[in-house]
Each structure stands twice: as structure tokens, then as C-alpha cells.
């Protein structure tokens, strides 16, 4: 079992082998849960495809193969 202590603005540091046995990287975001019991569970957050959902604007229009060439070319011309 590992301990760690909850500084004095509320941060705690994860002991090195409870971030590599989890797989947690810098930046990577977990889950805080307090259980009935007032056990604290901590998971890692892993974005899921369905967190993804309604993340873009839905398209209006799918270009053809020519409208696709036609930009590539004028893009050419451009430079």
C-alpha cells in the first residue's frame, strides 16, 4: 500500500508506483469518487468515443472528388 499527504492547497502526489501500475501520465485527468464506507476512490478518466459525441458541427455538404482536385489546384496556383 502506498500513503501520500494532501498539502496544505488541497493537492496530493501520487507515489510514482501508483501512477505507473494505473498507466496515469502527466495530464492524463482521474476520477474522484468518496464509496459509501467514505472510501476514496481514484480512477484514471479515459475519453471515451461516446464522450466525443456532438464535438463537431454536424457537415452540410461532402465535397466530390472534383470539388476536392479543384481546391487542391487552386492551392497550387496560390504559392
Given amino acids: 500500500m502506498a500513503t501520500a499527504t494532501i498539502g496544505q492547497d488541497g493537492t496530493v502526489m501520487l507515489p510514482e508506483?501508483?501512477?505507473?501500475?494505473?498507466?496515469?501520465?502527466?495530464?492524463?485527468?482521474?476520477?474522484?469518487?468518496?464509496?459509501?464506507?467514505?472510501?476514496?476512490?481514484?480512477?484514471?478518466?479515459?475519453?471515451?468515443?461516446?464522450?466525443?459525441y456532438g464535438l463537431l458541427a454536424p457537415v452540410d455538404h461532402v465535397a466530390t472528388i472534383e470539388e476536392m482536385n479543384d481546391a487542391i489546384a487552386q492551392a497550387g496556383t496560390r504559392r
Fill in 17 to 52: 508506483a501508483v501512477r505507473r501500475e494505473a498507466g496515469l501520465e502527466p495530464g492524463d485527468e482521474i476520477e474522484i469518487r468518496v464509496e459509501a464506507d467514505r472510501a476514496v476512490r481514484i480512477s484514471p478518466r479515459k475519453v471515451q468515443l461516446k464522450d466525443l
